[in-house]
């Protein structure tokens, strides 16, 4: 039997509350619970919240048939799970260029992960279309970050 305690199970209302929760790690210390610590939660954050706003980055070639054949089949059924369940599944892969490496600048990456919230809630116009999911409507989109964010900062735990 496991006495590690389970990651929490965010649900924030809208980012500006991830952000006020990062800050609160930030400034009262934590425990992971996952593999990832503070500054690369902000900073994984940060690069996902940029990429609709700035484009995101292009795929190398062998990828491209992939992500075109995902992104018109089981793409558009996954964002579909994960907002009506209002949650990501454990152990997703990412792009492991997002994955910044431990030990960083906690504060740098959080004002970091603060400006991209900024950008991205401040953006007009559509977002551009994700590699793998297609175009999003700007409130699928917002609840998708959201919910991105609450995964990640779930697997770490505020001191008490």
Known sequence: MSTAPERRRLKFQDLQEAVRDAETLHAGGYRRLGKWDLSQACGHLADWLTFPVDGYPTLPLAL??????????????IVRKVLAAGGMP???????????SPGGDEAEALARFRRAVERFQAHEGPYHPSPMFGQASREDADRMQIIHCAHHLGYLLPNA
Do not use: E, H, K, Q
Request: proline share 16%.
């Open 90 to 100: 454990a152990g997703a892969s990412t792009m492991p260029a997002t994955v910044p």
């Open 64 to 77: 491209r048939p992939v992500m075109f054949v995902m992104r018109n089949t089981i793409g558009p059924v």
